[in-house]
């Protein structure tokens, strides 16, 4: 049993026997620990605890419109996610300060034959802290298992944008779309003071249900699902703001929901590729980050 291993997630039971390999955790438990502060006229990087195999190498400055805001990228030195591996992942941000979390490239979660594979984040963040985390997308590849548990807890003055996006498969394979086995994704909002405020959960087993049906997929491939926890007059303004509709371009539709308890908002979106649909998260989240920062995003991947 490892830390991670406490998931209330029922339809894991059927992947519960050990790897021939390596049992679970065994030089797979990778272990995150990031503290943030507002130090003088910016954000530092005041704590880094890392365990292979997850990696944080330091903290970057390259926004020229936001030169205060440290960007730190997630690596993952296997180069993927294996059968076992059991990942814990925790970021605080202090008063005032604010981060930028993302990962260097996409989670690819290989084919797997016992077990699976389990990711559980936690995020706090203190008054009027402002946290971004957008991580590249999930990939997962036939047989894979994949279940990430997040617990956000997020003070009445503060905001936080996390998101994440689901591949349907490697796409360029034969027979790899929508043919993993589990992936299963679950948020939990809160206030400091323990008061749960919402769930969001995302469960989606290929072989128990068809995806190209109405009302799972239907023709579309890629999903994210991004959670903006932040105060009322902020969800009102991005909410008036952000890419709504069936077509906010090249394929993809996406749509706003109210989070409960005026937590914030709930933004999916729907697309026929991965990046057709994180230029639709990206166009969310600038209008976000202009809303809390007062400026917009960097112009997404501008070395391509």
């Known amino acids: 049993m490892t830390d991670v291993d ?10 519960d026997q050990q790897p021939p390999q390596m049992p679970v955790g065994v030089g797979k438990q990778g272990k995150l620990r990031l503290d943030f502060e507002r130090r003088g006229d910016r954000t530092s990087l005041v704590r880094l605890f890392r365990q292979a195999p997850l990696l944080v190498q ?39 300060a604010q981060a930028h979390v993302t990962s260097q490239a996409a989670t690819k979660v290989h084919e797997m034959d016992a077990n699976y594979a389990a990711q559980v984040q936690r995020f706090v963040l203190e008054p009027r802290a402002y946290l971004e985390v957008l991580p590249r997308q999930i990939i997962p590849h ?21 998101g994440e996006t689901l591949a349907p498969g490697r796409k360029h394979h034969d027979d790899e779309v929508f043919a993993y086995d589990l992936y299963a994704a679950e948020v939990r909002g809160e206030r400091p003071d323990g008061r749960r405020l919402f769930t969001e959960r995302v469960l989606v087993e290929p072989d128990r249900m068809a995806s190209r049906v109405a009302g799972v997929m239907g023709p579309y491939d890629a999903v994210a699902t991004v959670v903006l926890m932040t105060p009322a007059v902020v969800a009102d303004e991005v909410a008036a703001r952000a890419p709504l509709g069936l077509d906010v371009g090249d394929g993809c539709a996406a749509g706003t929901s109210r989070l409960p308890h ?26 976000v980050r202009e809303a809390v920062c007062g400026v917009p995003l960097p112009e997404a991947e501008p070395w391509r």
């Open 58 to 96: 330091q903290a970057l400055y390259y926004d020229d419109r936001l030169p205060s805001m440290p960007y730190v990228s997630i690596i993952t030195i296997s180069g993927c996610v294996i059968q076992g591996d059991r990942y814990d992942v925790r970021v605080r941000v202090g008063p005032d």
């Open 6 to 15: 406490v998931l209330p997630v029922r339809e894991l039971r059927a992947f």
């Open 262 to 287: 005026d937590a914030g908002l709930l933004f999916k979106v729907v697309g026929p590729d991965v990046a057709p649909v994180r230029a639709v998260v990206h166009r969310f989240a600038d209008v």
């Open 142 to 162: 036939r047989h894979a298992r994949f279940v990430s548990t997040t617990t956000a807890t997020v003070h009445p003055t503060a905001t936080l944008l996390y």
